[in-house]
């Protein structure tokens, strides 16, 4: 077993399964090597050596390019694959896929799969480190991971912070690891959402429930927006796109009349007009393109612990020593 064993164990499957002082080191990790994208020469030689396969088996742009930008500026040699166009489009199962490409002798996966618990499934069944990048409903830890570098970025500790997630928690893997990631940092962590977009038994994750948006602009220091994932609505859960951003849009004349300075984050990609008006996404309270920056640095810091890497030798890894 690496000596990262004792930070994160052999896989990132989500942020449940952590402890804060895991969490903690992953954002500490990642704060040096958020240079490294700043230089003319964007590499360093951290995981030389290190095949690493990014298994996409949903569309992802976001996402696949953030890990192939960590995974390319530390060195390591990547291999990008898509249900379509692999012979997953042939009947292969994921268990058979991945051992096929074990046999090929690679080091880590980088998964993303429409079916809750895929990511955990694979890391059971093969030696490779296994990285979730969002699987179903369940979680999305990396990019829990970078909404928390973001919020700690601009507000510092986050004891007491009040975060609320606006939107689509239903269908949501973001959200949770958002809930988990926050409520063991220490934060105050709200949902605000109409009825038919939240989990039953929500509160049971240890949040606060808000069925207006005015009443979570009121409570909170941050507003974490979700998109409304079309894509995964089979039933009619709003009347129609102009309602939902009637009652529930982050819009511009309420980010005004908040009583505090608000944090606007989005995981992308947006609805502009839908959850979220383009003049607040845009607007000085957003930090969406400092979410996608850090991105890469998290994806960096992860990568660099689950190969062996120690967070306290993070400031010399990003020198290649």
Avoid at 7 to 17: H, S, V, Y
Avoid at 129 to 140: K, L, P, Q, S, T
Avoid at 189 to 208: H, S
């Amino acid at each position: 077993m690496s000596q990262s064993a004792h930070f994160l164990g052999k896989d990132l499957i989500g942020l449940e399964q952590l402890e804060a002082e895991q969490i903690r080191a992953i954002l500490d990790t990642a704060e040096p090597f958020k240079e490294i994208s700043e230089r003319a020469i964007k590499k360093v030689p951290v995981l030389r050596g290190k095949t690493i396969v990014n298994l996409f088996f949903e569309a992802s742009t976001r996402t696949r390019i953030s890990f192939e930008f960590a995974e390319k500026r530390l060195s390591a040699d990547t291999v990008n694959i898509a249900s379509t166009g692999s012979s997953v489009q042939k009947g292969e199962t994921l268990v058979d896929t991945a051992r096929n490409l074990e046999a090929m002798r690679i080091d880590m996966v980088v998964i993303r799969h429409g079916s809750s618990g895929a990511a955990r499934f694979l890391a059971e069944r093969i030696p490779s480190n296994v990285i979730n990048a969002g699987d179903g409903r369940h979680e999305h830890p990396t990019q829990g991971l970078l909404d928390i570098l973001t919020i700690r970025d601009h507000r510092g500790d986050l004891n007491g912070q009040r975060i609320c997630i606006v939107g689509d928690v239903l269908h949501s893997r973001v959200a949770r690891s958002n809930i988990w990631g926050l409520t063991k940092l220490g934060a105050e962590v709200a949902v605000c959402a109409p009825r038919t977009l939240l989990p039953r038994d929500i509160q049971d994750l240890g949040v606060t429930v808000f069925g207006r948006i005015e009443e979570a602009i009121e409570w909170a220091d941050v507003l974490n927006v979700l998109r409304l994932q079309l894509e995964r609505m089979q039933a009619g859960f709003v009347p129609s796109l102009r309602e939902y951003n009637r009652f529930f849009g982050v819009t511009s004349e309420r980010v005004e009349n908040a009583p505090r300075d608000l944090l606007i984050l989005h995981p992308g990609p947006m609805n502009r007009g839908v959850e979220i008006d383009s003049d607040v996404a845009d607007g000085p309270h957003s930090v969406i393109l400092d979410q996608v920056t850090n991105g890469v640095a998290i994806r960096m810091a992860v990568l660099y612990l689950l190969a062996g890497g120690m967070p306290e030798k993070a400031e010399s890894a990003k020198h290649g020593e």
